[in-house]
């Protein structure tokens, strides 16, 4: 249960999602939710169900792989309810009756327990990589705002995110090499070499401090944004953890149009200014 996407069509999918219907169905009793509707959404570093009730609220349940840890995911959620203190709409976690937020299950095969935690949904219509112009712009409001209510935020003790740098690239990097033969041709690896090389140099001569870098989204793109109306709100924080605060800005402009990141641009700078030469980190990030 350490990698949800090593399961493919068949047999073995079928079988996983039926376990995990059953998990999900047990812990919503730990919460006293039993008349209740799940609707699977998808599965990747999690498997993720909409749970809707009798009275119309809607949840969010999330059921995490063996090698995510509870310290981890009690950060996320105080992360999240300081986010939510300071006026963002977040998903922010429940409590069960019992006092835990996040509910340990046994594994599928009875080995490490698995934990499962259940959140309030954020509603809100996605852009379909297609925004307009004041919505980009509000985008830009809202990313700088996380990062000045990150920066604020006081982390309690035992706070524990994963950092996204130069250790982490590596180890994407090598988990990639173990399966680039399938895709990649011996000459096209090198090529890839070669640009992995060039990302490790520049992550190594980025001047890091607190202004530049701190607790950020991770995974920002348009698919983890919602808007009611024009304002956008920021959803699935599951990769949040310590990183350049370009990171976040990049991944929302890559599926924009060169008008529309300029508008990010200066939605963002309306609210925090950005260190001299970001062009050309933005542009290190995206590559």
């Known amino acids: 249960m350490n990698d949800y996407g090593q399961f493919e069509d068949g047999e073995g999918r079928k ?9 999900a169905r047990s812990v919503l009793q730990s919460f006293n939710l039993k008349r209740v509707a799940i609707e699977f959404i998808g599965y990747s570093d999690t498997i993720t169900y909409q749970v809707k009730t009798e009275k119309e609220n809607k949840y969010l349940l999330r059921i995490h ?12 959620l ?3 309810d300081a986010l939510h203190a300071a006026g963002f709409m977040v998903p922010t976690g429940l409590t069960a009756p019992d006092g835990l937020r996040v509910i340990p299950i046994d594994s599928f095969e009875g080995s490490s327990a698995l934990n499962v935690t259940l959140m309030k949904w954020v509603n809100g219509e996605h852009a379909n990589e297609s925004l307009t112009d004041i919505q980009a712009s509000n985008v830009g409001v809202m990313i700088a705002k996380l990062h000045e209510a990150a920066i604020a935020f006081e982390k309690p003790a035992g706070f524990t995110r994963p950092t996204w740098g130069r250790d982490s690239f590596k180890e994407a990097v090598a988990k990639l090499e173990r399966y680039a033969h399938n895709f990649l041709s011996a000459a096209s690896w ?19 401090h607190e202004g530049n870098f ?11 944004i919602v808007f009611a109306k024009d304002h956008p709100y920021p959803i699935d924080f599951g990769r949040c953890g310590f990183g350049h605060y370009l990171y976040d800005l990049t ?7 060169p008008k529309q990141r300029y508008k990010v641009i200066l ?21």
């Open 15 to 23: 079988t996983l999602l039926a376990r995990a219907e059953t998990i």
């Open 65 to 76: 792989p063996e090698g995510r840890s509870r310290a981890e995911l009690l950060s996320e």
């Open 78 to 80: 105080q992360f999240l």
């Open 190 to 208: 090198l090529l890839y070499q070669r640009a992995v090389d060039k990302v490790l140099s520049q992550l190594d001569e980025m001047n890091v």
């Open 214 to 224: 701190g607790l950020i989204h991770a995974d920002l793109h348009l698919g983890n």
């Open 251 to 257: 991944a929302v402009m890559l599926s924009l149009v």
């Open 267 to 287: 939605g963002y700078q309306s609210v925090r200014p950005l260190d001299s030469g970001y062009i050309g980190s933005l542009e290190f990030f995206s590559s």
